[in-house]
């Protein structure tokens, strides 16, 4: 059961890292300010729940 959750949680982390990178490219080639502030938001929110993942990963090692 364990294995399954690591797998899932693994790929999540994986999705959530490419999101992540698109989002900060987004953001280097954006020029509008209003539309830099909803990347920002967005990319804190992903970060945010990218190291609740590796922060429960580190838990269960």
């Not at 509008?32 to 993942?53: F, G, S």
Request: proline share 0%; with cysteine.
């Amino acid at each position: 059961m364990s294995d399954a959750i690591d797998s899932l949680a693994g790929s999540a982390m994986l999705h959530l890292k490419q999101d992540i990178a698109y989002l900060r490219q987004c953001l280097a080639e954006c020029t509008d300010e209003e539309q830099k502030k909803q990347i920002r938001r967005e990319l804190m929110e992903k970060e945010t729940h990218y190291n609740i993942l590796a922060d429960r990963q580190r838990m269960h090692m």
